[in-house]
């Protein structure tokens, strides 16, 4: 089976990418499923929080200090004459089934010459390998450690590099947070999304005899997910519901129709008349608390929590046993729903 790549994007900041990558990748592990997750983001707090103490160490020592997306690629973007060849990925030793490819702060440093190559329509010989590079890399890991799901978390930008990770997607999940501006990037996103759809479809033929040719991919919205908000009462609190509500009526009114419009989308309606899904929207996730750093501590998510791992007694654990059982149940569901669409 060929792994299925998703992409976690939204070009606005703090809206929790790197968390819902790394939580989601754990959970489709634990549910059968080999799971490849890759770091784009210079900012490298994905591969921070499965490496901890050892990220320095990873960098700096030999082997692993190469074992990263931009010196793996660097055959092509420096035009070496050697072929991209799959990595030795890092694997928690919490998790066997996940594997990752760890980020570099100096990623963007490809951005330039990437650029030039999506907008040269291979017009430039030296530079028509390297809108298929990132997705070779993947390829090859993916064929080496037999992987089913790949994962990719992007950073907040409208990048080439993002845009070639977009374009090499079978599908993406848009994380917002309930704020003011998650609107204005939602509005973005709908203009953009599949302007580099409509990019990938024409170029397919342009750089079809590159080493690294574009994927055929559909790059198909599973859902959104709202995040980042603090509960009352067991619900949303009232200065957070209007926004949590103006985000899922945007997607369904605005963003939806649009994205259909451009074979975007997939069919949930067999997953609604199920009770599994209510709309595009995959969860509404509130704040960890407490349960957080008692996470990174231990390097798990927070559903992954053994009440040992929590370390309270009587009324405490209780209460942050229950919180950690219902993250478990909602990252549970959205694993469920990425496997019943993305397959």
Not at 156 to 176: V, Y
Not at 258 to 285: F, K, Q
Not at 330 to 339: D, H, K, Q, R
Request: glycine fraction near 4%.
């Amino acid at each position: 089976m060929k792994a299925k790549t998703i992409v976690l994007f939204n070009h606005k900041g703090g809206v929790s990418k790197t968390t819902t990558t790394y939580n989601l990748g754990w959970k489709l592990s634990t549910l059968g499923k080999n799971v490849l997750l890759v770091d784009a983001d210079p900012q490298c707090n994905l591969t921070s929080l499965l490496l901890g103490d050892d990220f320095d160490d990873f960098y700096t020592n030999e082997p692993t200090n190469s074992a990263n997306l931009k010196d793996a690629v660097k055959v092509a973007f420096e035009g070496k004459p050697r072929p991209i060849a799959a990595i030795d990925c890092f694997i928690p030793k919490h998790n066997p089934n996940l594997f990752l490819i760890p980020g570099h702060m100096d990623l963007s440093e490809y951005d330039p010459s990437l650029s030039l190559a999506l907008n040269s329509n291979n017009a430039i010989s030296t530079l028509q390998n390297l809108p298929g590079a990132f997705y070779e890399l993947i390829r090859l890991c993916s064929e080496k450690y037999d992987i089913d799901y790949v994962l990719i978390d992007m950073n907040p930008g409208l990048s080439a590099i993002n845009q070639t990770f977009f374009m090499s997607s079978d599908a993406f999940i848009i994380p917002t947070n309930p704020d003011p501006f998650s609107i204005m990037a939602l509005k973005t996103l709908k203009t953009v999304l599949p302007r580099w759809k409509r990019w990938s479809l024409q170029s397919r033929e342009i750089f079809k005899d590159a080493s690294y040719p574009l994927p055929s991919t559909e790059m198909k919205f599973i859902g959104e997910i709202v995040q980042r908000f603090n509960l009352r009462n067991k619900r949303a609190a009232r200065p957070y519901q209007g926004k949590i509500d103006e985000i899922k009526t945007y997607v369904e009114d605005e963003l939806v129709p649009e994205l259909e419009r451009h074979s975007m989308t997939y069919d949930i309606s067999e997953l609604i008349r199920g009770g599994r899904l209510e709309n595009h929207c995959l969860a509404e996730i509130s704040e960890f608390g407490a349960l957080l750093q008692k996470a990174n501590v231990a390097m798990v998510p927070v559903f992954a929590l053994t009440d040992q791992q929590i370390g309270e007694t009587g009324p405490v654990l209780e209460q942050m046993a229950a919180n950690r059982d219902r993250f478990n149940q909602i990252f549970t569901s959205m694993a469920n729903v990425v496997l019943g669409l993305v397959k």
